[in-house]
């Protein structure tokens, strides 16, 4: 049924095209304030080929016939960026994370997207790492582009329910990328300002822009590899992606279109920002600024003492009140700070929605564990 389709790094002008085609659906979601300004944003930080020299740059890759694989009719896209993560067992780790799946209404129901999905794992990871050969019902093999073809794992976050994703496995009945269980922390932005102790709100902060958040993230990467190699053996294979390579960028460009969009994506001690070290205080975070939906900021890192949390939290909680933000949201908070985050009121739930993170190993363990899973 699909032998005459295959995967391909989408051209220029099909790159261009997945964009127009995903605009109503997630253009104006991110408040875009029209289609071409949807376009630009997204063309700034997503790469049009993969395998150039910018390994770590977000690519889009199109479904498409083999007969035309350069056809702007092509099936449906999704969007790969390439990422180091850390496996301790390997030399060369490489993740990938997937996302932006997108088939336009005039082409669902038919199984493309599942489809390309399947396909994917065949120029993500080494085709030595699946034990069967590529099926011979869907034709030849994707061609793997420089770059490419050396995962050890992939990541992406379903808004299709646990099932959908994991049905997307590199042969038929073969399980895809499965869900595992995130715990999300809220606080109502009031409620906490209300909660924290006087004591708590009077520190040494510095608030950081974006710039300075790069290099926050670069010297907290080095950090988590060093940690990863000072550990003693874990009793299971784990794995972590590493918050550089412009992933806090990545979040900047989707709220820089409103009117006095906010300065700060961060903040640490005034130790850590005069030692340039991570070691000390620090959290960083994106803003999910929805039309229609309470404005929220998500923490997407965070290095901090159980004593601390409360004035991090206060002096983030305070900035983001200027902005109307209501809720405050983090991922996988450590179990030492679980408790104090409840104390000026912090909840946890299941991660649910459009939050299940999902993950796809090709090694040979059975059991891995994902670090450092902030969002």
């Known amino acids: 049924m699909f032998a005459h389709l295959s995967i391909y790094p989408a051209t220029h002008e099909q790159a261009i095209e997945s964009r127009k085609r995903s605009w109503e659906h997630w253009g104006k979601r991110y408040g ?17 080929v993969p395998g150039d020299d910018d390994f770590h740059s977000l690519a889009v890759w199109v479904l498409a016939p083999r007969n035309d694989p350069e056809t702007l009719d092509f099936m449906c896209a999704c969007e790969v960026q390439a990422g180091s993560n850390l496996d301790p067992t390997s030399e060369e780790p490489v993740g990938y994370g997937v ?11 038919k ?8 396909l994917l794992h065949w120029v993500l990871a080494p085709a030595s790492s699946f034990p069967d050969p590529f099926p011979e019902q869907w034709g030849k093999p994707p061609t793997v582009p420089q770059n490419y ?28 990328w499965t869900v595992v269980p995130n ?7 009031e409620t906490m300002l209300q909660r924290v102790d006087e004591d708590a709100k009077i520190g040494q902060w ?6 300075r958040v790069e290099e926050i993230a670069q010297m ?15 009793k299971h294979t784990t794995f972590s992606f ?42 960083l975070w994106a803003y999910a600024f929805f039309p229609d939906k309470p404005r929220t900021l998500w923490i997407t890192r965070l290095r901090c003492s159980k004593g601390l949390l409360p004035s991090v939290l206060f002096q983030i909680a305070d900035y983001a009140k200027r902005f109307g933000i209501v809720k405050i949201e983090a991922w996988n908070l450590p179990d030492n700070l679980k408790e104090e985050a409840e104390k000026i009121g912090g909840c946890h739930t299941l991660a649910e929605g459009h939050q299940l993170a999902s993950v796809k190993w090709y090694g040979e363990e059975d059991k891995v564990e994902w670090l450092n899973n902030e969002r």
């Open 32 to 48: 875009f304030p029209d289609q071409q300004s949807y376009i630009d944003r997204r063309g700034t930080y997503a790469s049009l």
């Open 99 to 109: 996302g932006a799946v997108f088939t336009p209404p005039d082409k669902r129901g």
């Open 111 to 118: 199984g493309y997207a599942k489809h390309m999905m399947r």
């Open 149 to 176: 073809g050396r995962g050890v794992v992939s990541i992406l976050w379903s808004a299709l329910g646990p099932e959908y994703y994991k049905s997307c496995g590199p042969y038929p009945g073969k399980d895809g």
């Open 183 to 189: 715990t999300l922390t809220s606080w109502d932005v």
């Open 206 to 211: 510095t608030f950081l822009e974006g710039g």
């Open 220 to 234: 907290d990467s080095e950090l988590i590899a060093a940690e990863a190699r000072a550990a003693p053996p874990p």
């Open 242 to 283: 590493l918050p550089r390579q412009g992933l806090a960028q990545f979040w900047q460009f989707f709220v820089r279109h409103i009117d006095e969009p906010p300065k700060y994506w961060g903040i640490a001690s005034r130790g850590s920002e005069e030692d340039r070290t991570p070691e000390l205080p620090f959290a």
